[in-house]
């Protein structure tokens, strides 16, 4: 099993900041990597696929990259909106998600 | 617009058997694969079973495997879980999510139905 590890847990960050999250995965998963938003009560939406291809309706401030085993995405400019768990998940060899990182107002 | 309703969930004794429903619509369901995910209380995700457009074959993970099964009635758009042996570590949220098609991800998730494994 590919185990993805993010880092770190809980990153606080104040409105219009920048937020780099990182995840790193234990085997190569070449750019087979995703990322996910989940608020509260949710269900996880999705924002990168691909490792850097922004999914439909993402809007720019939200960015990734990486390739092999690390793996970033960041979030130029905080708005509220954007306070929430965020999750990777390789799907080179179906699926496994890292543990997420939280996203709190400073 | 894509739609993904799950129901089924509840309290059940461990041991005991439970069936999950995930009902589409707004997308010809029929055309793709459907996953199984789900999240136990404040804790993260773990998939769980995948079944392609056509049924035709089925994965799942080590951790269910050989208890639960992953099903389709394509005529029904309606993708199933049949969980049987449930333990206590099954209690989680469970999901159904729609495969995307270009890439081996989900581009829409239903909002979960709650199972509870407890006497």
């Known amino acids: 099993e590919i185990v993805m590890t993010q880092s770190p847990a809980t990153l606080s960050v104040s409105p219009g900041e920048r937020a780099t999250l990182s995840c790193r995965a234990s085997?190569?998963?070449?750019?087979?990597l995703a990322w996910y938003q989940q608020k509260p009560g949710q269900a996880p939406r999705l924002l990168i696929y691909?490792?850097?291809t922004r999914a439909t309706g993402i809007p720019a401030r939200f960015s990734g990259s990486g390739s092999g085993t690390e793996f970033t995405l960041t979030i130029s400019s905080l708005q509220s909106e954007d306070f929430a768990v965020y999750y990777c998940?390789?799907?080179?060899?179906?699926?496994?998600f890292g543990q997420g990182t939280k996203v709190e107002i400073k | 617009q894509v739609q993904l309703v799950e129901s089924g969930g509840g309290v059940v004794q461990p041991g005991g058997s439970l069936r999950l429903s995930c009902a589409a619509s707004?997308?010809?369901?029929?055309?793709?694969?459907m996953h199984w995910v789900r999240q136990a209380p404040g804790k993260g995700l773990e998939w769980v079973a995948f079944?392609?457009?056509?049924?035709?074959?089925?994965y799942y993970a080590d951790s269910v495997k050989g208890r639960f099964t992953i099903s389709r009635d394509n005529s029904k758009n309606t993708l199933y879980l049949q969980m049987n042996s449930l333990r206590a570590e099954d209690t989680a949220v469970y999901y159904c999510?729609?495969?995307?098609?270009?890439?081996?991800?989900?581009?829409?998730w239903g909002q979960g139905t709650l199972v509870t494994v407890s006497s």
């Open positions: 999510a729609k495969e995307m098609g270009v890439a081996f991800v989900s581009d829409y």
């Open positions: 707004g997308f010809t369901f029929s055309s793709y694969g």
């Open positions: 079944i392609r457009y056509d049924g035709s074959n089925k």
């Open positions: 085997q190569s998963v070449s750019s087979n």
């Open positions: 691909g490792a850097s």
């Open positions: 998940q390789q799907y080179n060899n179906w699926w496994t």
